[in-house]
């Protein structure tokens, strides 16, 4: 579901429902929802292609990348709180970055989308600003997003970061001081934090702005109605989403399974990944992975600093991991024996056509 806010809509429409945003109190809690300007839509994108109708792609549908490794937060179901010795903690050169956006320029059509994230965050990158700018500026990607905690904006970022970026995405971890210690073990200002998000609410560029939370942290109705009248009236859209197992061999859902992580819907038990045939990841350090998940580095399938992204994607150590899994060998490998990314957060499945690609691709 898609809906364009316009800069009268984001005028327009300004809370009239009181809260507290200090204590975190709801005081008329019948109308959670009055006067929202946001619209509840996921994250993840409905709107699909057959996935095994367009395998094997010459270029990637999405393109991860991670400008920053550092984080602000340790929230308690991220390796940056659980493996922090093991990650390996770097900015991206600008150079590096300029880099993989001229390169990008060589795959025959544009990606869809490019998502600033990985596991630090990205406004850590001091160049992060010009990083963004300069990738607008190639149009080598059709759409450019942001996966932010967001306590790190400043008025700079603020004023300028929404006329390059098409959706900025804002993970709420907490709805006051002490969730987000108990949460991300990290002491913030929780009411300058969603004065920030209302200021990068009430600039009108070109991007959405996308607020989630996951449902640990919600908890009882009248959090769930704070939580959409603190956010609902300031950004456009709103989500709140499960929490759920992705890292192999560590439980990062808090102990409360709740099934899909977008619709709560039965999981998408599959034996062939479908990440590694539609994106990949750039890591701070410009080594390529397949996926998110493999943050370890445990299948680097190229490295931007002496190869073109292109030349990655197209490479046979990339191959070589598509064929493992079309062969049917996921659970022999690590970290893809572990994962339950796809289970939990994924609609594709191309195991029906295995055999099918595995022959398209090797002949």
């Not at 598509?322 to 572990?338: A, M, Q, S, T, Y």
Request: glycine fraction near 6%; aromatic fraction near 8%; proline fraction near 4%.
């Amino acid at each position: 579901m898609n809906r364009e806010i316009t800069k009268e809509s984001k005028e327009a429409k300004k809370s009239k429902v009181m809260i507290n945003v200090e204590n975190g109190k709801v005081l008329n809690p019948d109308n959670a929802k009055q006067d929202m300007r946001a619209i509840e839509v996921m994250q993840f994108n409905e709107e699909r292609v057959d996935l095994g109708e367009v395998v094997p792609l010459t270029e990637p549908l999405v393109i991860y990348v991670e400008p920053s490794s550092f984080c602000n937060l340790e929230c308690t179901f991220c390796p940056q709180h659980i493996s922090p010795g093991e990650i390996h903690k770097k900015n991206m050169s600008l150079e590096t970055f300029k880099k993989m956006i001229d390169d990008i320029k060589a795959f025959p059509k544009k990606p869809k989308l490019m998502r600033f994230c990985g596991l630090g965050d990205s406004l850590f990158n001091k160049n992060f600003l010009e990083m963004a700018q300069y990738a607008n500026e190639a149009k080598v990607v059709e759409k450019i997003e942001l996966i932010t905690n967001g306590l790190l904006f400043n008025d700079s970022l603020i004023s300028h970061l929404p006329f390059v970026l098409d959706r900025i995405i804002i993970s709420v971890e907490g709805l006051s001081n002490d969730d987000y210690m108990e949460f991300a073990k990290k002491k913030i200002d929780f009411k300058e934090f969603v004065s920030k998000v209302e200021k990068l609410g009430n600039v009108n560029g070109k991007c959405m702005l996308h607020v989630k939370i996951h449902n640990a942290a919600i908890g009882t109705e009248e959090r769930k109605s704070f939580f959409y009248q603190t956010f609902g009236p300031i950004c456009d859209q709103i989500f709140i989403e499960n929490l759920v197992d992705l890292w192999p061999q560590v439980t990062s859902n808090l102990g409360v399974e709740s099934g899909h992580r977008f619709d709560g819907g039965p999981l998408n038990k599959v034996k062939v990944c479908p990440q590694i045939f539609k994106s990949m990841q750039v890591n701070s350090d410009g080594r390529v992975i397949p996926c998110c998940i493999d943050w370890r580095g445990v299948n680097i399938i190229g490295d931007i600093n002496n190869e073109k992204l292109s030349d990655v994607w197209n490479g046979s150590t990339l191959k070589k991991l598509r064929n493992v899994h079309l062969n049917g060998k996921r659970f022999e490998i690590d970290p893809c024996k572990g994962c339950t990314m796809n289970e939990y957060t994924e609609k594709d499945n191309l195991d029906s056509v295995a055999d099918f690609l595995y022959d398209k691709i090797n002949q």
